[in-house]
């Protein structure tokens, strides 16, 4: 049966090994950086413009794009609908007194259910995890902006493989992905 189909054989085989030259030799333009990505967040404020909500603010704008929507249902529901907005932060009133007491009143979020908004979630909790652990040792109101500050100061880098090193990756990679469906 082989040798009755020989030809069809090297055709698809030399098809195959054309295919894959081609696509390995166009594939030199991976971009290995990663790039966080920057939600649309919006923030109602229905409390005071207190110190902390003001670093809420400051926070949430290196993560995300800050976005202004009425405080209406309607207008936050359609915000959420036709993705003008991926998370919305809503500070409900009395949030800052009862912050600085050590036992803050809910905020209230609404969100999508696309990954940015997952994503949105996670900082911002991370944000009121650590401020809320501050504000339970009775700190000032400038203490525990300057503590929580101080905790996000300091990062970790991210460094990744060198150029030579992910090229061969990306190459050998980038081959049996294309092999699996050929």
Do not use: C, R, W
């Amino acid at each position: 049966i082989i040798l009755a189909h020989k030809v069809m054989i090297l055709l698809f085989v030399g098809i195959l090994l054309y295919l894959t030259s081609f696509n390995l030799s166009n594939n030199n333009n991976i971009e290995n950086d990663f790039k966080a990505v920057k939600g649309k967040v919006a923030i109602i404020n229905n409390d005071n413009n207190s110190k902390i909500i003001k670093n809420i603010y400051d926070y949430m704008d290196k993560y995300a794009e800050i976005i202004n929507i009425k405080n209406e249902e309607k207008d936050i529901l359609d915000a959420i609908f036709y993705k003008d907005a991926n998370y919305i932060i809503i500070i409900n009133k009395g949030y800052t007194e009862s912050f600085l007491k050590g036992n803050p009143i809910d905020i209230e979020i609404k969100k999508s259910t696309d990954y940015i908004s997952s994503y949105m979630d996670m900082v911002f909790n991370k944000y009121l995890k650590i401020a809320n652990i501050y504000s339970q040792y009775g700190m000032d109101e400038e203490s525990i902006i300057k503590s929580v500050n101080n905790t996000f100061d300091n990062s970790t880098n991210v460094i990744l493989l060198n150029n030579e090193i992910s090229k061969n990756f990306n190459n050998s990679s980038f081959y049996y992905s294309f092999t699996n469906y050929s």
